[in-house]
Every structure is written in structure tokens, then in C-alpha cells.
């Protein structure tokens, strides 16, 4: 059975980074699919933030694309989300998932528990 | 960005009716359409993709329909475990999620 465990700090200050951490257990990133990050707030609902494969082939919500970096770690088999220059609008509950087949076209099939992240200071 | 929109916003069902769902997408996303269950607190969990085919251990009172821009999840007898947000997802172009519809009990 596929899990993912989200790590990584509930506070962010406005402008710093926000940084956190997927860890998968029952499947080998390496074999397969895309994973990302969706995000969820009141005020937006849910929204894809991006998806990355095991080469490290990524892509970004347009939206935030010049703040987002995600990274892949296959030793560890896990992956990262860095948001930078967060601000009070960047406040939602962060999800890691296993994302589907495409780099675009997902349907996310398994979900991390959810980090609740707030931006301020 | 396609923007999608469900209706109605609250649903108020008996246990044991049956709950319609709808969801209309602002262009033709084909059949790349998902629906999702969110309990509160928890992940959302996926049901439905392809629009009509049940995700891994999805009873079958769930079930989805349509094409092009309108699509319809139904709940044939709803279970007391069923009452949650459900939301659609179009995935033809740039995911985008539609607002929701919460299930409540009448």
C-alpha cells in the first residue's frame, strides 16, 4: 500500500521560504508516475502547485512558477517543495500526492495527511 | 485556465436517497474529469476519473457520467459515511478543481 508522510514546519514568516517534505513508503518513486503538491485555502480551494518525475523533469502552476522549486531525492525516495518569498496568501494546508501518469493530466490517487502551513510573522 | 463549477453548493439528502451531483466545465475537457470525497480534516480521496470509472475500492453506488462539459456524480442509496464535500477536477489541460458541493443530512 502506496503512503505518503509530509514533513516540515507549520510557521513561515512573510518572505522567507517554505519548505517541506514528501516521504514515500510502498513504491519506489523510480518505478514510475509523476507526484506533486496541492494546496488548499479558503479563499482559493484546491489548486496543483506541481508535479515532478524520479528524473527530476518538473512542471509548475503557472501561477507561482517563479517561486516553486521541487526537487526528487530517489535515494531517500522522497520529494521536496520549496515556495519562496511566501506571503499571507500563500497560508493553505499543503498535500504531497501521487499525481498520475502525465506531467499534466492528473488525477492525484494518493495523498499525504496534510500540512497546515501559516505565513506570518 | 478552464473554470469549473458545481452545483448545487449544499445538497441536503436523506440517508438512503440518492444524491446528484453536478459539475460543468467553461470549455471541452472531454472525459478527463475526476471527482473527489473530502471528510473534514482529512485529504481529499479520488472516486471517479475518466468520468465514469470507479477508482481502487470505490463501492459502486458511486458512479460518474457525462463528456465535453457537463458531468454527473450519483450517489444511488447514500450511506452515513457518505455526508462530505465532493469535488470535481478536469485534467484535459492544467488541473483545475471546482468549489465543491457539500452533502449534508436532511
Known amino acids: 500500500q502506496v503512503q505518503l508522510q509530509q514533513s516540515g514546519p507549520g510557521l513561515v514568516k512573510p518572505s522567507e521560504t517554505l519548505s517541506l517534505t514528501c516521504s514515500v513508503s510502498g513504491y519506489a518513486i523510480t518505478s514510475g508516475y509523476y507526484w506533486g503538491w496541492v494546496r488548499q485555502s479558503p479563499g482559493k480551494g484546491l489548486e496543483l502547485v506541481g508535479t515532478i518525475y524520479h528524473s527530476g523533469s518538473t512542471y509548475y502552476n503557472p501561477s507561482l512558477k517563479s517561486r516553486v522549486t521541487m526537487s526528487v531525492d530517489t535515494s531517500k525516495n522522497q520529494f521536496s517543495l520549496n515556495l519562496s518569498s511566501v506571503t499571507a496568501a500563500d497560508t493553505a494546508v499543503y498535500y504531497c500526492?501521487?499525481?498520475?501518469?502525465?506531467?499534466?493530466?492528473?488525477?492525484?490517487?494518493?495523498w499525504g495527511q496534510g500540512t497546515t502551513v501559516t505565513v506570518s510573522s | 485556465e478552464i473554470v469549473m463549477t458545481q452545483s448545487p453548493a449544499t445538497l441536503s439528502v436523506s440517508p438512503g436517497d440518492r444524491a446528484t451531483l453536478s459539475c460543468r466545465a467553461s470549455q471541452n475537457v472531454i472525459n478527463k474529469l475526476a471527482w473527489y470525497q473530502q471528510k473534514p480534516g482529512q485529504a481529499p480521496r479520488l472516486l471517479i476519473y475518466?468520468?465514469?470509472t470507479r477508482a481502487t475500492d470505490i463501492p459502486a453506488r458511486f458512479s460518474g457520467s457525462g463528456s465535453g462539459t457537463d458531468f454527473t456524480l450519483t450517489i444511488s442509496s447514500l450511506q452515513s459515511d457518505d455526508f462530505a464535500v465532493y469535488y470535481c477536477q478536469q485534467y484535459n489541460n492544467w488541473p483545475t478543481f471546482g468549489q465543491g458541493t457539500k452533502v449534508d443530512i436532511k
Open positions: 500526492v501521487r499525481a498520475g501518469g502525465s506531467m499534466i493530466a492528473v488525477a492525484p490517487d494518493v
Open positions: 475518466g468520468a465514469s
